[in-house]
């Protein structure tokens, strides 16, 4: 199982961000799939959830209306669209699958995290 995280940066407040996360490894389209995201001294905290097929989300209170998880099963890609961003938003952001399908070796996988500075 692999799941590589792409497109972190430095942004002023304000500014926008897509996270992209490639996965592999494991049957992608039947795995709920989330970001989590640590900032220094603090413990890692989930952002946002996305159910297998895409139909539900869910997010963390601090990031509603500004940040949107989506996925594109066929690319086996999930995203992270960032708008409106604040320095608080500061941290490195992971991509994480619990693998339960009953192909995939089960386990809890995480990416090896891509670093999101929000400063002017």
């Known amino acids: 199982v692999q799941l590589v995280e792409s497109g972190g940066g430095l942004v002023q407040p304000g500014g926008s961000l897509r996270l992209s996360c490639v996965a592999s490894?494991?049957?992608?389209?039947?795995?709920?799939m989330s970001w989590y995201r640590q900032a220094p001294g603090k413990e890692r905290e989930l952002v946002a959830r996305?159910?297998?097929?895409?139909?539900?989300?869910n997010y963390a209170d601090s990031v509603k209306g500004r940040l949107t998880i989506s996925r594109d099963n066929a690319k086996n890609t999930v995203y992270l669209q960032m708008d409106s961003l604040k320095p608080e938003d500061t941290a490195v952001y992971y991509c994480?699958?619990?693998?339960?399908?009953?192909?995939?070796?089960?386990?809890?996988?995480w990416g090896q995290g891509t670093q999101v500075t929000v400063s002017s």
């Open positions: 994480y699958t619990r693998t339960n399908y009953y192909k995939d070796r089960p386990g809890d996988y």
């Open positions: 490894g494991f049957t992608f389209s039947r795995c709920d």
């Open positions: 996305i159910s297998s097929g895409g139909g539900t989300t």
